[in-house]
Nanobody, 125 residues
């Protein structure tokens, strides 16, 4: 079974940085997309960023463009989300998820097949 292990959340002040990590195991296919989602209290889960395993193509939600950078280490089957210039509105539980295929821009949670446990990111004002 595919499993995802997420880590790296924490408490940071406004303007600070955090790096989230997500490592996949049990993969039996080579074409997949790993995405990061977040869910704040009382809000729907939203897609933040994703990256394709094949060519490293990426997607960013408008709300995070220019502040977050996603990259992968294919050998380690890991994806990293560098979060810079954090804002209080970035506070949420962050989840990594995986879907088969190569399309990064369709970040509907229902399109993703496998989910890691969440990691809390809290940005204080």
């Amino acid at each position: 079974d595919v499993q995802l292990q997420a880590s790296g959340g924490g408490l940071v002040q406004t303007g600070g940085s955090l790096r989230l990590s997500c490592t996949a195991s049990g993969l039996t296919f080579d074409e997949y997309v790993i995405g990061w989602f977040r869910q704040a209290p009382g809000k729907e889960r939203e897609g933040v960023s994703s990256i394709a395993s094949t060519d490293g193509s990426t997607y960013y939600a408008d709300s995070v463009k220019g502040r977050l950078v996603i990259h992968n280490d294919k050998a380690k089957k890991s994806v990293y989300l560098q979060m810079n210039s954090l804002k209080p509105e970035d506070t949420a539980v962050y989840y990594c998820a995986l879907r088969r295929g190569i399309v990064t821009s369709t970040m509907w949670p229902s399109f993703y097949d496998y989910w890691g446990q969440g990691t809390q990111v809290t940005v204080s004002s």
